[in-house]
């Protein structure tokens, strides 16, 4: 670490209090008197390299001893272009993350042992211990102000590895379904540190595809379909003019990201294809087979969704994917019902309870009250059904879930209708007023639900119409293009 001449002295004294090193024993050690010693550190003119490379072997100073000292006095000496309140927050914050950064070696050190050099591909079967190894790496950035993670890592050598890379990349596509400004600040600090990895030139371009993706996927959820494209585009190119011969990053993760995006682009053919091809080389295929049959939901193939999540069961694991094992079921249920298979859909309700229960997740219980009141208005309970469409509305409404908040009402209007009660109806419709007003549900979907309330108000509805609109609405929640025929 290079030490500036007029820190040097004081960075000796410090690494001779921190020893407990007189000045005599100092120069006892390098041949020195004690009284010259002491001049060379109290002189008025700086130490030069021979004298404080001698001086430092007096002390017997490592790499690291001389770093930690440099530490102090930049702490210490104060910068005349900082007024005392700047420096104090400056010092602050560096405390904070040296403190980070000692913790995150500490612990990572005896894992790192065995790891091969930052600088080579990395060997298949070290992959699951780096991926360790970068788990407990992220924790430690995930604790960091955003600010400072991006220099962290670019200070960092240990960061800058594949493994955190493809952590970071993974978090990024987590923060996309619940903030979206957490998921551009992942995205991008994947796509930097991919740019900061060392290794052979092929391995370094296949990584930086990988975030690239990852990049154009958080574009995707943000709606900016035209800007998800152009960068899907660098990522394939990047993709594919790089190399990962042993295959360490999943192969069928480029192909998983693109069908979403086909997805988003209305273009559900083509999703399914990319699906399929992802299917054939994917590390993950429980993962392809989940999107596949919500790609079929969304296209209306109730039957084909149900088949692909079929499919997908025996490959998960309710023990370390919960969430994913809760969406597959979920999903599941949602298209038994959608089949008017009922019973098979209620048999899935008490798993799919059971894990949000242990998830501690109200956002997954509110949606499985929701199912259990369709599947129950299914079963013809519909005083039962009636009541927990009710209360899932209400408790969409208090998250501001506005498009789900329609679907409730839509199905418990159609009961209400089915029962010849328009007024309870009339009275019911009042509450579309906060989903007209809400930016979450796109204008097709908008211009249904003002047929509904149009006809409500005439006392022209009819439950007919109104599970028409709420078939159409499940549709069209990812499918803004599609159009109401009235």
């Known amino acids: 670490m290079t030490c500036p001449p007029e820190a040097r002295p004081l960075v000796v004294l410090l690494l001779a209090a921190m020893k407990n090193l007189t000045l005599k024993q100092i120069g006892g050690r390098i041949g020195m008197a004690g009284k010259i010693v002491s001049y060379h550190l109290t002189k008025e003119a700086p130490l030069n390299d021979e004298q404080f490379e001698l001086l430092l072997q007096g002390v017997e100073a490592t790499p690291g001893d001389v770093a930690g000292a440099m530490i102090c006095y930049e702490a210490l000496v104060p910068n005349p272009a900082l007024t005392p309140q700047e420096r104090d927050v400056v010092e602050t914050e560096v405390r904070e993350v ?239 019902s959608h089949l008017g298979r009922h019973t098979e859909a209620r048999d899935l309700l008490e798993q799919v309870r059971e894990i949000a229960i242990e998830l501690g997740d109200e956002i997954f219980l509110l949606r499985v009250t929701w199912l259990e009141g369709r599947i129950a208005a299914g079963l013809g309970r519909r005083e039962e059904a009636g009541l927990l469409l009710d209360q899932a509305r209400r408790g969409f409404a208090d998250r501001e879930m506005f498009y789900d908040v329609a679907l409730a009402l839509l199905e418990h209007a159609g009961l209400l209708l089915d029962e010849g009660r328009p007024a309870e109806v009339k009275t019911l419709a009042l509450n579309l007023r906060d989903v007209f007003q809400s930016e979450e549900v796109h204008q097709e979907a908008l211009s249904a639900l003002r047929l509904f309330r149009e006809a409500v108000e005439r006392e022209e509805a009819t439950a007919e119409l109104a599970y028409r609109i709420l078939a159409f609405l499940f549709r069209a929640r990812h499918d803004p293009g599609l159009r109401f025929k009235s």
């Open 98 to 336: 040296a403190g980070w950064f000692r913790g995150v070696l500490i612990e990572s050190v005896p894992l790192s042992r065995a790891a091969p050099p930052l600088d080579e591909y990395p060997r298949p079967f070290d992959a699951e211990s780096a991926r360790r190894l970068a788990g407990m790496r992220l924790l430690y950035l995930k604790r960091l102000p955003e600010a400072n993670r991006l220099p962290v890592v670019k200070a960092a050598r240990e960061l800058q590895t594949w493994a955190v890379c493809e952590r970071i990349a993974e978090e990024a596509v987590q923060a996309a379904s619940r903030n979206l400004s957490e998921a551009f600040h992942w995205a991008e600090l994947a796509r930097q540190t991919a740019l900061l990895v060392k290794g052979p030139d092929g391995w370094r371009t296949r990584l930086q595809g990988y975030a690239a993706a990852i990049f154009a996927n958080t574009l995707r959820v943000a709606g900016k379909l035209k800007d998800a494209e152009k960068a899907m585009k660098e990522a394939r190119r990047l993709w594919v003019a790089g190399s990962d011969p042993d295959h360490v990053l999943d192969p069928g993760r480029l192909l998983d990201l693109e069908a979403s995006l086909r997805r988003a682009q209305r273009r559900f053919k083509d999703a399914i294809t990319t699906l399929d091809a992802a299917l054939l080389v994917s590390r993950t295929p429980a993962r392809i087979l989940v999107k596949k049959g919500f790609t079929l939901e969304v296209m209306g193939d109730y039957e084909g969704a149900a088949e692909a999540l079929r499919e997908a069961e025996p490959r998960l694991d309710k023990r370390s994917e919960p969430r994913f094992w809760y969406t597959q079921r979920f999903n599941l249920a949602v298209n038994f």
